[in-house]
């Protein structure tokens, strides 16, 4: 009678959470998914899960589960409500979105927010020089002609020109005592920070600087 009794409560320790927990048969492969990836995987990663025709859509856990990150194929075993074991295979693709232009851009353009859309890609499809935060292209400067609806290579983009090459410039002097300003020309095309080469059109001297504004180059002795 001992024995009955204590198979019962085992019985209803088991049977019980199995028709609590159930939970989404796909949502259970993603977590899986995740977890094959690691941290290679970007936090805001998405996931395409397909099933087999017939599966249920609940299920209490994966009592195993295999994949190939490369294809993205799966195999699992489904544990069901009722306690039975169903063998699934599908496919669970990894995704991000991705900023992509609107509209065709030219080189010299500057890319602002309202030129961005986004799209759903493979992450297998993406390269590591490819851009995938928005926020790194709003207010860079196309450098490579840019398509419609393509994602953005990191080599396409820069930081705005400030100063052109061959354009007159003012030449800031800072030598922490006392400022100066002198005519000059840019040897070279500079954005914010950069180092510049220039011509000083007074003393007709080749100085390096640092391009500070739209026209403004500052040389610190």
Known sequence: MRFLYYLSVVLIVFVLPAAVLA??????????????????????????????AGTPEQAVMLSAFWMDKDTGQYLANAVAEDSSVI???????????????????????????????????????????????????VGMQVRRMLTQGRPVMTQSIGQPIIIGR??????????????????GKA???AHKGQEVRIVNLVSNTSLTGVAVSDGIVEVTR
């Open 187 to 189: 040897l070279d095309d």
């Open 23 to 52: 939970e989404d048969v796909k949502m259970l492969i993603e977590e899986s998914a995740r977890d094959k990836y690691g941290p290679e995987l970007p936090d805001d990663a998405g996931f395409h899960i397909t099933v087999p």
């Open 166 to 183: 061959g354009a007159r410039i003012s030449i800031r002097y800072n030598d922490g005592l006392l400022a100066l300003t002198a005519p």
């Open 87 to 137: 063998r699934l295979a599908g496919l669970a693709i990894a995704t991000l979105d991705v900023p992509v232009p609107l509209r065709r851009m030219q080189p010299g353009d500057k890319i602002t927010a309202a030129d961005l859309g986004s799209v759903e890609l493979p992450l297998a499809r993406i390269g590591s020089f490819t851009v995938t935060d928005r926020e790194d292209l």
